[in-house]
């Protein structure tokens, strides 16, 4: 292959990438790509699929690694992880709330 044919190939495959599959989530932590609306707007539903995806957790393997975690544990889990963002998650309070009673099936 020459460099045009792969160069082509990469962009062919980006756009398919791109029109296909999940997106990753912002960096900023603050849910503002959630279908254009701000984490306030959001539904509980929306916000709990939110913080999965600012976690990069969107399939259900990942999502089963918070089985068994106390909301605490789940909020300090958060705080953690969001200190490792350029912009840390906001919310953490009840993003923890929404995620343990989604994990408990109490929402």
Excluded at 12 to 39: C, H, L, R, V
Excluded at 70 to 79: H, N, S, V
Aim: hydrophobic share 30%; with cysteine.
């Amino acid at each position: 292959m020459t460099f045009v044919t792969v160069f082509i190939f990469r962009q062919d495959y980006n756009m398919y990438i791109n029109k296909n599959k999940w997106q990753p989530a912002p960096k900023s932590g603050k849910g503002e790509k959630m279908n254009g609306k701000s984490f306030e707007e959001m539904n509980k539903f929306e916000k709990v699929f939110d913080t999965f995806e600012k976690c990069n957790n969107t399939s259900d393997e990942d999502q089963v690694l918070w089985d068994g975690m106390t909301k605490e544990q789940i909020e300090e889990t958060l705080r953690k992880y969001s200190e490792c963002l350029s912009e840390p998650m906001d919310h953490i309070e009840e993003r923890a709330e929404l995620l343990y009673e989604y994990l408990s099936d109490e929402l």
